[in-house]
């Protein structure tokens, strides 16, 4: 169980940790969404409760100086009618008093009786002063002009106080359907990134369980030895090519990468979805375009602040550089002050200076670093340095699991003879292309003991099969040469040199 164990966390390290990665991503993502949703509503709710809570509540006092009004207007009335011209009554309420009053009055139409524009209210003032010279005005009339002098004398100040204590309708509908539109959107936008994580977790239940399904198969066929091993071997074919797809990936083959895992029907299990936004990060970059990749760097702004990345700041200065290629060096010096200026290290200040010193080189100059930094090549070194980014943002290995797997084994096999013209072996993966190519600058296997191995039959040399040597002083197994010589009427023929000598030339050799 400790071997399984130890298998599974080395090779399928990827498997549970980038699906992890992006459910964090969209937690963290939603949270935020969330949040601001949440504020835009609490806001728009805030404006609403403003908006009523100005609507003043009747008072004592209001109340008394609307009875008081009443009786006097109706002495006003009586008085009118037996007497001709001005009657003077006294009364407690003052002028100030009934033209608040009056302006919450409605006349006959059912409106307001209060100007919206402040010219018609000094146009109504007028009239009302002409209409209060005129011999045989009515004492309501007196006292509404009285009133509306009170108004004009106070500026529009009853005005305002009046719209504020009665809002209208329709600034209470528009508010009310800002509030529900904040709601939707909340509604709507957290649905959305409920699911997405939903979409995320499925994905790493999915994973976790094709995990333990090795697990279970490994401990029943230890078990049962008895029982065929077919379906681990299918499991582990299925690594493979998780491995396969995986390092395509890697090497920037989306397309064949996404083609293979379709058809093998293990998108699932593969990281297809993660490395399709990269293409199109790529993609861009081969069109000398910097938009897509400025855009992934401010999604991923924390975490490449956390690992400490330079893409952004290889992104600014790829930006400066095509301004000075095309002659706008007013605006790279505008844009190195905009994304440049702030930056800290050494690492960044090595950067300014080498953007400030392109200012007085032509492009076509040969001089480094300078002659570099003007270089087509350069994209290709971006599109590279992004591939190292997006793998070390999900804390992925700089190799792919595959390469990992294939060097381990080579450099378990190698050997100064397998690059060697008279000892290399057929049968030994180093020994062939390409994998000795691959294997050229790994370290040789570390063996505390030597052991012989046939160079006709492959075989190890022990004591089953004791070494015989030729005339030719070459040493093969003693299985292969009878066996050899059984087939060729005791004849033996040594592959390295190609002569003929019989069996029973053969010597014993010991090895101490």
């Known amino acids: 169980m400790t071997t399984i164990s130890t298998d599974v966390k080395t090779l399928e390290h990827s498997t549970l940790k980038v699906p992890y990665e992006v459910l964090n991503k969209r937690f963290r993502t939603a949270q935020k969404i969330l949040d601001r949703e949440a504020a835009y509503v609490a806001q728009a709710g805030s404006e609403v409760e403003k908006l ?27 008085g009118d009618s037996h007497t001709e011209g001005p009657i003077l009554v006294e009364s ?19 409106e307001p009786m209060v100007c919206d524009n ?59 359907g800002v509030l529900v ?66 390092h395509l990936l890697r090497e920037g083959m989306y397309d064949t990468a996404r083609m293979l895992a379709d058809d093998l029907g293990i998108k699932e299990l593969t990281n297809v979805d993660v490395f399709w936004a990269a293409k199109e990060v790529e993609e861009s970059l081969k069109r000398h375009e910097t938009g897509r990749m400025v855009q992934w760097c401010y999604e991923n702004k924390s975490k490449l602040r956390k690992i400490r990345s330079t893409l952004e700041l290889e992104i600014r200065v790829q930006e400066f550089i095509e301004l000075v290629r095309h002659g706008r060096r007013n605006e790279a010096v505008k844009h190195a002050r905009k994304y440049l200026a702030d930056s800290e290290g050494e690492e960044y200040i ?25 270089s087509p090549d350069r994209w290709n070194q971006l599109i590279a340095h992004f591939r190292q980014e997006h793998a070390r943002l999900y804390q992925l290995a700089p190799n792919s699991v595959l390469e990992a797997v294939v060097q381990a084994g080579l450099a378990a096999l190698k050997t100064p003879q397998c690059y060697r013209s008279d000892t290399k072996n057929t049968n030994c993966p180093v020994c062939t292309d390409p994998l000795s190519a691959l294997a050229l600058h790994l370290p040789y ?68």
Not at 95 to 106: F, Y
Not at 352 to 372: D, H, Q, R
Request: net charge positive; charged share 20%.
């Open 52 to 78: 009523i809570g100005e609507v003043p509540l009747p008072s004592r006092s209001s109340m008394s100086v609307l009875s008081g009004f009443g009786s006097t207007s109706r002495s006003l009335d009586a």
């Open 92 to 110: 407690s309420i003052n002028v100030q008093s009934i033209a608040a009053l009056l302006a919450g009055v409605k006349d006959g139409s059912g």
């Open 118 to 176: 402040p010219q018609d209210s000094s146009v109504i003032k007028g009239e009302n002063e002409m209409d209060a010279e005129e011999p045989g005005i009515s004492t309501n009339n007196r006292i509404a002009s009285l009133s509306k002098r009170s108004m004009s004398d106070n500026g529009h100040g009853m005005k305002m106080e009046h719209s504020r204590a009665r809002p209208k309708v329709k600034d209470v509908a528009k508010l009310l």
């Open 181 to 246: 539109e904040r709601l939707g959107s909340l509604k709507r936008k957290a649905g959305d990134s409920i699911q997405e994580e939903l979409e995320a977790a499925n994905t790493v239940r999915k994973r976790v369980q094709h995990l333990k399904s090795y697990t279970v198969q490994a401990d029943a066929v230890q078990s049962s030895p008895s029982q065929s091993n077919a379906v681990q071997k299918s499991w582990k074919r299925s690594r493979l090519n998780r491995m396969l797809i995986d």
């Open 350 to 374: 090595s950067a300014v200076k080498k953007c400030m010193g392109l200012l007085a080189f032509p492009v076509s100059t040969s001089l480094s670093p300078y002659a570099e930094l003007f």
């Open 445 to 512: 296997a570390h063996c505390a003991h030597s052991q012989l191995v046939c160079a006709i039959s492959g075989e190890p040399i022990n004591e089953n099969n004791p070494p015989l040597v030729l005339p030719s002083s070459f040493v093969y197994g003693s299985n292969a040469l009878h066996e050899m010589a059984k087939n060729n009427s005791g004849k033996v023929i040594c592959p390295r040199s190609n002569k003929v000598f019989s069996v029973t030339e053969a010597e014993k050799v010991y090895v101490m």
